[in-house]
């Protein structure tokens, strides 16, 4: 007797790709402190540090003090959302179920995936104007120091960063955690020899040393320009009618160190950090301190992957000390400089590099080489400038490790293709990290190979770097202000969460700290659109930025219409809880 088979029956169509992240818990509570302090970067503290000679009006040490207090209520802030919905992808997750499913994916893919491309350029120039050629001008190597500078030597070294922050995203979270714990110890240790070097030595010492070092590596090379230039009667610069500074015929500085020096005064450097106080000078270098300042929080996407991550009390300790560690290094070196160089001096260093008038040729002056050049020997300089590098190279990692996760959670909800939640055995999301190394790439090339625009001076890519702390910005307002409407927006969430509930007027404290910090980014972002100091409020920026939220929104929308095709809704996928 015949049989009719019955048809197959269509598989289950689920709201998540699959019904466990395939992500391993690899990280301790340590680690995610190690994370937090590599985010908050020494190396990127310096290129903060640079920036002041902008605002010579303003306090270093005061901006460092104000940005630190409202960082530890982005802390606050952050510790609860984790603590609350501790999932891959953070602040992706979090505004998507607060909020909305398109806000949440076009406010992060531009402020964890698109923006990023373009810090693989700064992770590269800082690697090679801090490390790789202060070693070479070391070792004699100026040709090879010389052709890092051409577009070729600029695309190369991006190139290696990509490849160093790949490997380290590769090889999973945990190997990536054991690199960063050798790394952070060995860096310290070279900190901790740099501080006693700069401690036991004079400052009369120090400026012979400087100059002796400069002659013996740059001097040789033909690189060395002790030029004078015109001062008013008030001891700054005087310029052309074309802008350019006005050279004194036949009169130079007697050394690097005195050219350094002057050049710090002749661009209005204050002699001392504090001069400036709590003016609005001050808080007008906050937006640059931010560069640095605003990263603790840069594990939150990976706090899935955190043991104890539900512990408020622990994802707060771990961001503070991410925050003070390297913020009471960098205010101790800050105040050693000063002390043993001179404010003027060591801020003219960085002037004479931005002002293209170093004495040093187009070499930015590493502070960890000059103070290497302490010690007349080159093993040691190379030894000391390399231990400390490790602070730089073991931070390489965070480039594109943070960001997989929110690629990840996004095709883990079936925005993106399924294809990019897919992990290895050791829960690396794969196609995920090739979504940032690719971009990544061409990037770079555009960075180092597009002509120079005019107007500003550097390549049109170079000028977008520029926004790069401007669209992480305006994720952290986003998730700020979700964090803030919790307990309203998502009361499910917020009420079995283990966050305290304490409230002030009939306001839960969390939404009012929410609020404090929220404005403090609104503050921020008004700063970097109204003044051109910062370099992003022109219209290719704005261009720039509009095309990126664009183009997330375009990606949105395609996948809405093909889920909806498929008989799915993705605002019903953002309301749910990503599983573990």
Same mark, same amino acid.
């Given at each position: 007797m015949a049989t009719t088979a019955e048809p197959p029956k269509p598989a289950e169509q689920t709201l998540f790709v699959r019904k466990a992240s395939g992500l391993v818990k690899a990280w301790s509570g340590g680690d995610g402190f190690r994370y937090s302090f590599f985010s908050v970067n020494l190396f990127l503290a310096i290129w903060s540090f640079a920036y002041a000679c902008f605002i010579p009006g303003g306090s270093l040490f005061w901006s460092i003090v104000i940005t630190s207090v409202f960082i530890v209520m982005e802390i606050i802030v952050y510790a609860g959302l984790i603590s609350a919905m501790p999932r891959a992808g953070g602040d992706y997750v979090w505004m998507s179920r607060i909020f909305h499913s398109a806000v949440g994916f076009i406010v992060a893919a531009v402020g964890w995936w698109f923006i990023l491309w373009l810090w693989t350029p700064i992770y590269a120039d800082m690697g090679v104007q801090t490390t790789v050629k202060p070693i070479f001008r070391i070792l004699g190597l100026n040709s090879a120091a010389d052709w890092l500078g051409t577009p070729t030597g600029i695309f190369v070294a991006a190139l290696v960063v990509i490849a160093i922050a790949s490997t380290l995203v590769a090889i999973g979270m945990k190997a990536y955690a054991k690199f960063q714990v050798w790394a952070m110890w060995i860096g310290l240790a070279g900190v901790i020899v740099a501080g006693i070097l700069l401690l036991v030595t004079s400052g009369s010492s120090f400026k012979d040393r400087f100059n002796e070092a400069a002659n013996k590596y740059y001097g040789e090379a033909g690189t060395l320009n002790l030029q004078k230039y015109e001062t008013?009667? #008030?001891?700054?610069?005087?310029?052309?009618?074309?802008?350019?500074?006005?050279?004194?015929?036949?009169?130079?500085?007697?050394?690097?160190? +005195?050219?350094?020096?002057?050049?710090?005064?002749?661009?209005?450097?204050?002699?001392?950090?504090? %001069?400036?106080?709590?003016? @609005?000078?001050?808080?007008?270098?906050?937006?640059?301190?931010?560069?640095?300042?605003?990263?603790?929080? @840069?594990?939150?996407?990976?706090?899935? +992957?955190?043991?104890?991550?539900?512990?408020?009390?622990?994802?707060?300790?771990?961001?503070?000390?991410?925050?003070?560690?390297?913020?009471?290094?960098?205010?101790?070196?800050?105040?050693?400089?000063?002390?043993?160089?001179?404010?003027?001096?060591?801020?003219?260093?960085?002037?004479?590099?931005?002002?293209?008038?170093?004495?040093?040729?187009?070499? #930015?002056? %590493?502070?960890?080489?000059?103070?290497?050049? /302490?010690?007349?020997?080159?093993?040691?300089?190379?030894?000391?400038?390399?231990? /400390? #590098?490790?602070?730089?190279?073991?931070?390489?990692?965070?480039?594109?490790? #943070?960001?997989?996760?929110?690629?990840?959670?996004?095709?883990?909800?079936? /925005?993106?293709?399924?294809?990019?939640?897919?992990?290895? %055995?050791?829960?690396?999301?794969?196609?995920?990290?090739?979504?940032?190394?690719?971009? %990544?790439? /061409?990037?770079?090339?555009?960075?180092?190979?597009?002509?120079?625009?005019? +107007?500003?001076?550097?390549?049109?890519?170079?000028?977008?770097?520029?926004?790069a702390t401007l669209g992480i910005i305006i994720m952290f307002l986003g998730s700020g202000l979700a964090f803030m409407v919790m307990p309203w927006r998502g009361k499910a969430i917020w009420d079995s969460s283990p966050l305290p509930k304490g409230k002030i007027l009939g306001i839960p404290w969390m939404s009012i700290v929410a609020a404090i910090y929220s404005a403090f980014l609104v503050f921020n972002i008004t700063l970097f659109i109204k003044d051109s100091i910062y370099g992003v409020n022109n219209k290719e920026s704005g261009i720039f930025m509009g095309v990126l939220y664009i183009a997330a929104a375009v990606i949105w929308v395609v996948a809405w219409a093909v889920r909806k095709s498929q008989g799915m809704a993705l605002e019903a996928v953002a309301k749910e809880i990503p599983v573990e």
């Open positions: 008013d009667a #008030s001891g700054l610069f005087k310029y052309d009618d074309a802008g350019a500074l006005i050279p004194v015929e036949g009169e130079t500085y007697a050394g690097a160190f +005195e050219a350094m020096e002057a050049i710090g005064k002749g661009t209005g450097m204050p002699t001392s950090t504090f %001069s400036g106080g709590l003016s @609005w000078a001050t808080w007008t270098l906050v937006p640059f301190m931010l560069f640095w300042m605003a990263w603790p929080n @840069w594990g939150a996407t990976l706090y899935g +992957e955190v043991r104890g991550a539900k512990d408020f009390r622990k994802n707060i300790y771990q961001m503070l000390g991410g925050l003070f560690v390297p913020t009471l290094i960098a205010l101790a070196f800050l105040a050693l400089m000063t002390w043993k160089v001179g404010y003027q001096a060591f801020m003219g260093t960085m002037a004479a590099y931005w002002w293209g008038i170093s004495p040093l040729g187009g070499d #930015s002056v %590493s502070p960890t080489a000059m103070i290497s050049w /302490i010690v007349p020997n080159a093993a040691f300089q190379v030894v000391l400038v390399a231990a /400390i #590098s490790l602070l730089l190279f073991g931070w390489f990692g965070t480039l594109f490790l #943070s960001s997989t996760r929110m690629i990840f959670a996004a095709a883990f909800d079936r /925005i993106l293709p399924e294809g990019a939640a897919r992990v290895t %055995s050791n829960g690396v999301p794969v196609v995920a990290l090739l979504l940032m190394t690719i971009p %990544s790439t /061409i990037v770079a090339a555009l960075y180092a190979y597009t002509p120079v625009v005019e +107007e500003y001076g550097v390549t049109i890519v170079k000028l977008f770097t520029y926004d």
